[in-house]
């Protein structure tokens, strides 16, 4: 990027080693989090930009945690350990609710394919970064060239997309789903059924000037073009209709803990958890190793290129980690129609089942159903596994964050045994 100011960074983590090395760097700092969170300046230094990592699992929510805590009191580091917990609550909500993602992806198709031209042309010209906000398209191009936006960034252009724009925001919702290299499917939509005032009804959030001028870097602001626009008394909530149910379903069966199985067996590797050797399958022998993605093809396969190119080198490392771990054959699907491609993976190596942690409600969850009929067309079955932090934890994630962090709160405790007390471990 080209603006005055802009701050050199180092690339998101892409790797677990990458990951390892950006949690050392932001330890340290990890207790001045909560003063510096809000800052939206060059170099985004008061945030860890770990978010990356943990979409991927790159590293787990449970080694972030368990590390900030061996270096910081729980209540110095809350406000740190509550946004590693948000992750894990957004993904608990909408596995209680799946029919909220669906409805989601509905809305894409409607909207696409029969929306008005000028609203689709305004949708364009937005995500192209020609909004006339000189700001919030300063903030779009950073999302395109770099594939990451500071959070309140991120609120200030949902909001100005929903209230000021008037645009739907399932549409916004999949620009950033594209573009952000840490999309996670429960985070970003339901993140944006925030701004929109659904997911806590009768509560948005309002782009306002003076809250830009407040926490933007000024030189970020020197150019003021549209800024009006966002005038404290201007922008009004828009009038947003909520179509998806919020009806509570009974949360998935998986296994945490399962043995082995007898016969020949191979792993999946997604990018909804690429670190297989850490967890229930570490002292397993499989046979050989997939890495494919739910989102090579199908609605969400369209991505922006720094998008495409992290997701590749993430797989690559799960998959590399995974060969040196299990010392067996790893090949990486082609992309494309990943349940064929699965099962002609499976056939080749005479695989009796194939086993993988279970992805979640996404593209992940949605390939699910076609994977699993395509392999036992072959007479090969699927076995998701769950990690132990996400069965302890998701069913605390019913209501609102602020009662799962009362329990979460309640687990760890404040004495110096804290750490052991940590789902999972």
Same mark, same amino acid.
């Given at each position: ?140 191009r950073e999302l395109i060239e770099t594939g990451y936006l500071h959070n309140h960034a991120r609120m200030w252009w949902a909001g100005y997309w929903i209230h000021v724009e008037r645009l739907p925001w399932e549409l916004g919702a999949d620009f950033f789903h594209r573009h952000l290299l840490d999309a996670d499917p429960a985070s970003n939509t339901l993140g944006w059924r925030w701004v929109a005032g659904l997911q806590t009804p009768g509560k948005t959030y309002l782009p306002r000037r ?80 997939? +890495? @494919?993605?739910?989102?090579?093809? =199908? /609605?969400? $396969? ?5 998008? &495409?190119?992290? #997701? %590749? ?41 194939? +086993? @993988?942690?279970?992805?979640?409600? =996404? /593209?992940? $969850? ?5 994977? &699993?009929?395509? #392999? %036992? ?49």
């Amino acid at each position: 990027m080209n603006d005055p100011g802009e701050a050199q960074f180092p690339p998101f983590p892409n790797s677990r080693a990458t990951a390892e090395n950006r949690l050392r760097t932001f330890l340290p700092g990890a207790a001045r989090y909560a003063a510096h969170r809000n800052r939206v300046a060059p170099g985004h230094d008061g945030v860890s930009r770990l978010s990356p990592a943990l979409r991927h699992r790159l590293i787990l929510e449970e080694e972030v945690v368990a590390e900030v805590l061996s270096r910081h009191r729980f209540q110095a580091a809350e406000k740190f350990l509550q946004e590693v917990h948000w992750r894990t609550y957004w993904k608990g909500w909408l596995e209680f609710r799946p029919q909220v993602w669906r409805d989601y992806v509905r809305k894409i198709a409607t909207w696409t394919t029969t929306a008005p031209g000028p609203l689709l042309e305004r949708v364009e010209a937005v995500c192209r970064g020609t909004s006339g906000v000189a700001i919030l398209d300063r903030f779009t191009r950073e999302l395109i060239e770099t594939g990451y936006l500071h959070n309140h960034a991120r609120m200030w252009w949902a909001g100005y997309w929903i209230h000021v724009e008037r645009l739907p925001w399932e549409l916004g919702a999949d620009f950033f789903h594209r573009h952000l290299l840490d999309a996670d499917p429960a985070s970003n939509t339901l993140g944006w059924r925030w701004v929109a005032g659904l997911q806590t009804p009768g509560k948005t959030y309002l782009p306002r000037r003076s809250n830009l001028e407040r926490y933007c870097d000024p030189g970020w602001l020197a150019d003021d073009t549209g800024l009006e626009r966002l005038e404290d008394d201007v922008v009004e909530p828009a009038r947003v209709e909520d179509t998806a149910s919020v009806e509570i379903h009974s949360l998935p069966k998986y296994s945490t803990s399962p043995a082995s199985p007898p016969g020949r067996f191979g792993f999946w590797l997604h990018e909804d958890d690429a670190t297989l050797e850490i967890g229930a399958f570490r002292d397993w022998q499989p046979c050989a190793i997939a +890495v @494919g993605s739910t989102m090579t093809s =199908g /609605p969400f $396969s369209s991505l922006g290129r720094q998008r &495409r190119i992290h #997701l %590749s080198r993430v797989l690559c490392d799960g998959g590399d980690r995974a060969a040196r771990h299990f010392r067996c054959p790893v090949d990486v699907l082609a992309s494309g129609a990943l349940a064929e491609s699965l099962g002609n993976w499976a056939l080749e190596h005479q695989l009796q089942e194939v +086993v @993988g942690y279970a992805p979640f409600v =996404g /593209p992940g $969850s949605d390939a699910v159903s076609e994977v &699993r009929e395509t #392999l %036992s067309a072959r007479g090969i079955r699927w076995t998701p596994v769950q990690r132990q932090w996400d069965a302890e934890l998701f069913p605390f994630a019913r209501a609102g964050f602020f009662p799962y962090w009362a329990r979460i709160c309640k687990r760890l405790g404040t004495g110096e045994d804290q750490e052991r007390q940590l789902p999972g471990f």
